[in-house]
């Protein structure tokens, strides 16, 4: 039987379309199998409600990489793109807000408004941003260096990114090594007084991280949010898929929806033959590119023997406890922002770092978060019957409830997250038509994630830097032909479309 | 005016002790200034009560590196550790773990918990040992400093290099997870029992204001398994005659080589000439001259309070102010009339000869933290408690004897301020007893007498700032280069002529004299006296 | 504290010697007399019973028992059949040796697995996927080693199960009277020889049957001094003696594949995968740095050596087990290896090693040079290399009655 195509990409969400969109784009012959009805993975568009549509479960697509979508002329396919970053509305408890825009002036002059000398503050703040942005990107925006090999080139990558760390000079290298293993508490205290501005600036670093604003290493995680935060995508999620599937298409992607690929084949050598669809079809192909979860990949699609123990014990402990619920909401009406007089797209609550802690202390044992912490989206353009979306991800449910999830803690979380929210936005002026729930586990149940981990695995230190696990760090894993290239991978989750992009790029190079 | 010495060194403490000594017999003429009556700093015994010697603060040794025992003699000026064979685990429900020596014994009792742990000890075992070598790369030699580009600071960084690449690649990455990972995430890679998880990550929080779930804890589990790459097979002792006896075996070092020690005498202030370090001034006007001072004081200590703020660059002063303390441990010590019994396995037996750690579970330990990180001592606390009567009949009169209870979560900064602790220190006393006696029927009708002391104690008798018995986090971001200040890593002040040799130093925290043997030796080493 | 097995009650006051050592974390008998070669004979010329409990033994059961041991295995278990017992190793993904023993089919689902470490964690490791219900019985179940000429000659007065019949490496059923045992004709000393496995409650009852209708054929309790010569003779390696069990080998040069200590006959490459199965593939096509080999010492030098210093030859009084360096030639230019175990053989009347040998020099017939101290100063003794086996009477495979197995 002929190899009918280079690449199989198992997924077809952001990164597995922006894979077979660049893997297509030189030549390669790409079979995409989704097993959902519609592409997009986590930044999928669904209709939750009839005529109520959520804009990907994910809803931040400020990360998104600028020069992949330049690589892949995904303009050309219709995406509207700027390089300055949405708006977000930092809500207090106390009727107070701050916007927080990509004009740092702007923004300080607001943050004056409640303390001087915080706007001092941000200045330097977004300065020391702009100023480890270089080494932070050139880190995260590249098939990270091969550390487990070390011969002379993977000696000279390492010098390189040594040297990135030196160019940045003495002074902001050593504040650099010195705040990144911090806690992101410490580190925003020193800069930053104003307590809902410090818990709002913080909450990036804390999502799909498994810690609280008084962990250790949380600043990194900021600092990375920080220097990748950078464009506007109009549109949002929605936007970029539909771009991304008419430059898949357009480039002779074969895309096939509601196909899940049941397992991977191997050869008698233990090389990836093909992979057996929904159909039991079998597509061959020696090369095939996974988007889906690394558990997924190795555990699911892979018979218990062909993985060998040291692979399975890494895989299995790679740490992935899914925190975070959603709750989309459709509503009917006006609903009005209690603390600005325009309603804001993006909102974050959390009042201070010990309220955050608190929201994440609940998780350690087994419990959601008495007083969650609310990542808020209304995209704002009315469903076709006028209505309105509010989407919320919401911070902290775990994937492993203590008392289960069932119909009882399912209405305690709801009712605990509008308590919440009502205390943010003012639901007078509208109805609600309906309210959909995500737990974690129903988040791994409609998107096929493990433990409905939002960024497939959570972004600790240890699974940045070799991320998910030393040995499939690059994208190309101990089994020949198999590659992972889904937020499991460098440089991590969100809708950021790099890791699909990198390991496209490690894929040309076999 | 006084003569006029080689080196003072501000602060009687264990490293303060082997700083001198390691001086003296370069034939250096030394001086060592403690505040108080008695030597030892935090590793200090004290007869609170008569007849009982208690560790008051530091308890158990661990760390102490075998060559400064080697090279200061100091088995003949009484230095002897007894090995501590068992550490047990009562737990609340009657059962208990108890680890021994004993592979097979040990295999046995974890295996009533979890067979496949009980296997997949020695596994993990190995791998500890294996990464125990890099620590030891970097423990017993000076903190290299990235920012130098001279051939000797690049010569350590390679050789730290190398010791890092000899591990192979999948104990580096393992390597890398152990600095970066919480304590419980790491050992949840191995085992699945929470009774032998729980004491086995509780070794990572000690001292830190750290949860077994924060990450960047799981290094310390490193601690248990350097001892072997010592030559000792039982890392952890406990010192005759109290931890003070291993600071009177220092003291006794360095004055057999020459060195003068000087008790209550109290430094005030570092006397500056030209922005130089020229001497000492005492609280009562004593003022000493030399061509060195090292201060065994932490950086807190040594920058704010006998510098001055007002002789300091303001980029220093604000890295000093940044440096954490954060006493997160309490301690009690006991005088009882009789040997305590525990519920769980009553008897006087070898299980109470090592050390009891009140751990009963990882999320008990957890919890515990969580009350620290809002400003509240632990309502039912981790306690790591020894009875070192049992071992060494010297510290009690027969037949009495002293539980010593390390107890943790303890803050420095409670809700209520650091300053009102001695109104809580009595409740917080009972608190740590209620516990105990939870395990120990009776016990509190065997107290003698009690010393409760809160970090705000710590730091009002011993100087350490917030009660930090490290003299500073041990956090990544405050070890090698950056401890206690990136730039000033190895031992030299921002003030010329003035040292520091304390645990606030490179490698810092325990009982383990690296930071006093090799400040003297960097400061033999550039040949400045 | 070492425990004590079920037997310990007649071991015990059997032990003259009282010379005892720690087996796997029990009390073990050394040797029952001062001295351990009349239990060294009675293995030889009528029976030892040695009690074996210390072994660590698992029950695998359920609808996919073969395929999972066959994952674990380097032989495909599957092939196993109902009634037969094999001996092989198991390894790591790198094809390095984690342990050794014995697997035993008890029925279409039903295993018995003995090994020398505690093994439970390693086979738990691979079970996701497979329905097998492993269990750890090292502690429910006793085992009795009964070895010599006489074995056969002895059960057959205890049971009346088909002894005749039972071939080398078979294992049957049987009824002791009022309870059940398992017999394998299996051994540690390359004799005919059985072991017995027993539930804890019937152990003494056992071992009192067996000493009784024993008594008439010779045994003798053995202790773990004379199983040691007979294992020798036998080329039968020891775990943490002639090679290191691959979890707990602090270093990587410490690990061994299956060709590197002699069970490359073992190993079953072409089948499905299976633990190790990439690298004992590729070490195959390329070869084994390392080899287990035979020694025989030349008596002759050996006693010149003690002549020169006006010593009468002498013989090691028990096995030893210790590393000594093996040089190309009596110029020491070169160490190509290390005997790791070695005896005098009473019934060969040579001295014999096992040693882990390069390779490229592991030739039967050829010549090498083992370090050999006298009277303090370490000179060389020209050793030829052999096969392992060096003691492999008839017996241990014929069957009377049955027509003769080919050795």
């Known amino acids: 039987m002929g190899k009918k195509y280079d690449v199989i990409v198992i997924g077809g969400g952001h990164n597995g379309l922006t894979a077979a969109t660049a893997l297509a784009k030189k030549g390669k012959k790409v079979l995409v199998l989704e097993k959902n009805k519609t592409l997009g993975g986590l930044a999928s568009y669904r209709e939750f409600h009839p005529d109520y549509f959520s804009n990907g479960l994910l809803q931040d697509t400020s990360c998104v990489r600028k020069q992949i979508v330049d690589d892949l002329q995904l303009e050309k396919y219709g995406l509207n793109i700027r390089s300055e970053r949405p708006s977000v509305t930092l809500l207090s408890k106390n009727g107070k807000a701050i916007r927080l825009s990509g004009d740092v002036k702007a923004t300080a002059s607001e943050i004056s408004g409640f303390s001087q000398s915080d706007g001092k503050a941000y200045v330097e703040y977004s300065n020391f941003i702009k100023n480890i942005s270089p080494f932070l990107t050139a880190l995260l925006n590249e098939v990270p260096p091969d550390l487990m090999n070390f011969g002379t080139w993977e000696l000279l990558a390492l010098g390189k990114l040594g040297w990135k760390l030196k160019g940045l000079g003495k002074k902001t290298m050593n504040e650099f090594l010195k705040v990144a293993p911090m806690c992101v508490a410490d580190f925003l205290n020193e800069h930053f007084e104003t307590d809902f501005l410090k818990a709002g600036i913080c909450a990036p670093a804390i999502y799909g991280s498994f810690t609280g604003p008084w962990s250790s290493y949380t600043t990194l995680n900021l600092l990375m949010h920080e220097c990748t935060s950078r464009v506007r995508i109009e549109g949002g999620p929605k936007a970029l898929i539909d771009a991304l599937e008419k430059a898949a298409k357009n480039h002779g992607v074969t895309v096939e929806t509601n196909n899940a690929v049941q397992r991977i084949q191997l050869d008698k050598n233990g090389s990836v033959h093909g992979v057996v669809d929904s159909n039991e079809d079998v597509h061959a192909s020696a090369m095939v590119l996974s988007t889906c979860t690394p558990q997924d990949t190795f555990l699911k699609f892979l018979s218990p023997n062909e993985i060998d123990y040291p692979l399975e014990h890494d895989i299995t402990h790679y740490r992935s406890r899914g925190t975070t619920a959603k709750l989309n909401i459709a509503v009917k009406g006006n609903i009005r922002s209690r603390h600005t007089n325009q309603l804001f797209e993006y909102g974050r609550t959390g009042n201070s770092f010990d309220e955050i802690e608190k929201a994440f202390d609940a998780v350690k044992y087994g419990r959601y978060s008495d007083e969650p912490i609310l990542d808020i989206h209304i995209p704002g353009s009315a469903t076709p019957s006028g209505g309105q979306v509010i989407s919320v991800l919401v911070h902290f449910g775990p994937y492993e409830l203590r008392e289960g999830w069932n119909e009882s803690s399912r209405s305690g979380l709801e009712k605990t997250i509008m308590n919440t929210l009502e205390g943010y936005l003012d639901f007078s002026d509208c109805t609600i038509v309906h309210k959909e729930l995500l737990t974690p586990v129903d988040i791994e149940s409609s998107y096929g994630i493990t433990n409905g981990h939002i960024y497939h695995g959570e972004h600790a230190v240890d699974q940045i830097i070799t991320r998910p696990i030393p040995k499939c760090a690059r994208y190309d894993t101990p089994v020949k032909g198999l590659f992972i290239g889904g937020s499991g991978s460098h440089p991590g989750g969100g809708i950021t479309c790099a890791p699909g992009y990198l390991s496209a790029q490690r894929i040309l190079k076999f | 005016m006084s003569s006029k010495y080689d080196a003072i060194i501000v602060g009687g403490g264990h490293n303060g002790l082997i700083c001198a000594a390691y001086l003296a017999k370069a034939g250096k003429k030394v001086l060592v200034l403690e505040k108080r009556y008695v030597l030892g700093g935090a590793a200090v015994s004290e007869e609170l009560y008569p007849g009982f010697t208690f560790s008051v603060a530091s308890y158990v040794v661990s760390l102490f590196r075998p060559h400064i025992i080697r090279e200061l003699n100091l088995a003949k000026h009484g230095y002897e550790v007894i090995p501590m064979d068992c550490s047990l685990t009562p737990l609340p429900n009657g059962d208990s773990l108890a680890r021994w020596g004993d592979a097979h014994k040990s295999r046995r009792e974890i295996s009533r918990f979890s067979q496949k742990d009980a296997e997949i000890y020695p596994e993990f075992s190995k791998v500890m040992t294996h990464m125990g070598k890099l620590a030891k790369a970097v423990i017993d030699h000076p903190a290299p400093d990235i920012n130098s580009m001279k051939p000797g600071e690049i010569a350590n960084m390679l050789r730290l290099g190398k010791a890092f690449k000899d591990l192979g690649p999948d104990l580096l990455h393992l390597n890398i997870k152990l600095v970066t990972m919480s304590a419980l995430d790491f050992l949840d890679r191995w085992f699945e029992s929470d009774v032998l998880k729980a004491p086995m990550s509780v070794s990572g929080i000690i001292g830190t204001f750290q949860g077994v779930r924060s990450p960047g804890t799981a290094y310390v589990l490193l601690h248990h398994y350097m001892g072997q790459l010592d030559g000792s097979f039982r890392s952890w002792g406990l010192s005759k005659g109290g931890t003070g006896g291993i600071s009177i075996a220092c003291a006794n070092a360095a004055t057999s080589f020459g060195a003068e020690i000087k008790t209550n005498a109290p430094v005030d202030k570092v006397l500056l000439k030209n922005g130089k370090a020229s001497g000492v001034v005492l609280e009562n006007g004593d003022e000493y001259y030399s061509k060195l001072i090292i201060s065994n004081l932490d950086p807190n200590q040594t920058y704010l309070n006998l510098v001055g703020e007002e002789h300091l660059d303001s980029d220093v002063v604000k890295e000093v102010k940044r440096f954490k303390f954060r006493g997160s441990s309490g301690k009690v010590n006991l005088a009882l009339d009789r040997a305590p019994e525990f519920a769980c396995r009553p008897g006087i037996g070898d299980h109470l000869r090592g050390d009891i750690a009140i751990a009963p579970g990882t999320e008990y330990l957890e919890k515990a933290f969580d009350q620290a990180k809002y400003g509240e001592w632990s309502t039912r606390p981790y306690i790591n408690a020894v009875i070192p009567s049992l071992t060494d009949p010297t510290v009690a009169p027969p037949g009495k004897h002293i539980l010593s209870c390390f107890v943790q979560y303890a803050p420095y900064n409670i809700k209520e301020g650091a300053e009102n602790w001695p109104k809580y220190r009595e409740t917080f006393g009972d608190t740590v007893v209620d516990t105990m006696a939870e395990y120990i029927p009776g016990l509190k009708d065997m107290i003698i007498y009690r010393q409760v002391l809160t970090p705000w104690d710590l730091e009002q008798q011993m100087g350490l700032t917030e009660g930090n018995i490290f003299q500073g986090e041990l956090s990544l971001e405050q070890l090698l280069f950056q401890r206690p200040l990136s730039g000033f890593a190895k031992y030299e002040t921002s003030i010329e002529s003035l040292y520091m040799c304390g645990s606030g130093t490179h490698p810092g925290g325990g009982i383990m004299g690296a930071s006093g043997e090799l400040c003297a030796k960097l400061i033999l080493q550039s040949k400045s006296i | 504290m070492p425990i004590k097995s079920p037997f310990h009650p007649r071991t015990a006051a059997l032990c003259e010697s009282m010379n005892y050592k720690e087996w796997a974390g029990y009390y073990a008998v050394s040797s029952y007399l001062v001295h351990h070669d009349m239990e060294y004979f009675a293995f030889r010329n009528a029976s030892g019973l040695l009690d074996i409990t210390p072994l660590f033994k698992y029950s695998v059961k359920g609808k996919d028992a073969a395929r999972f041991l066959s994952r674990i295995m380097v032989r495909d278990i599957s092939k196993l059949k109902i009634g037969r017992v094999t001996y092989c190793c198991w390894c790591t993904a790198d094809g390095k040796v984690v342990d050794d023993g014995t697997v035993m089919r008890r029925g279409e689902y039903d295993f018995f697995v003995t090994s020398a ?291």
């Open chain 3, 117 to 407: 470490d505690p093994c439970f964690s390693w086979f738990s490791r691979f079970q996701r996927g497979y329905d097998v219900e492993l269990k750890d019985i090292s502690e429910e179940v006793a085992g009795l080693a009964l070895q010599g000429p006489t074995s056969r000659d002895i059960l057959k007065q205890i049971t009346d199960a088909p002894l005749d019949q039972l071939k080398y490496f078979g294992t049957t059923e049987a009824l002791v009277a009022d309870f059940i045992i398992h017999i394998s004709r299996t051994g540690y000393t390359g004799d005919l020889g059985y072991e017995l496995w027993v539930d804890h409650e019937q152990a003494l009852k056992l071992w009192d049957l067996i000493m009784v209708e024993g008594s008439a054929y010779g045994i003798r309790p053995a202790g773990l001094d004379a199983l040691d010569v007979t294992r020798v003779e036998a080329g039968l390696i020891l775990k943490d003696v002639d090679y290191y069990n691959a979890l707990h080998a602090f270093i990587d040069d410490r690990k061994s594949s299956p060709y590197e200590i002699a069970l490359g006959w073992a190993v079953n490459l072409d089948r499905d995968p299976f633990n190790g199965q990439r690298a004992l593939r590729s070490e195959k096509e390329e070869g084994s740095k390392w080899a287990i080999t035979g020694l025989v010492l030349d008596w002759d030098e050996i006693e010149g050596l003690y002549a020169r210093y006006g010593l009468p030859p002498e013989v090691p009084g028990m096995a030893w087990r210790k590393s000594i360096p093996l040089y190309v030639n009596k110029a020491k230019e070169k160490q190509i290896g290390y005997a790791t175990s070695g005896t005098w053989s009473p019934i060969l009347k040579k001295n014999i090693a096992l040693a882990t040998i390069e390779e490229k020099y592991n030739k039967v017939g050829s010549e090498v040079e083992l370090e050999f101290t006298v009277e303090h100063v370490r000179h060389t003794v020209k050793a030829t290399i052999s096969k392992t086996q060096f003691y492999n009477p008839e017996r241990k495979r014929s069957n009377p009655g049955l027509k003769k197995d080919k050795p």
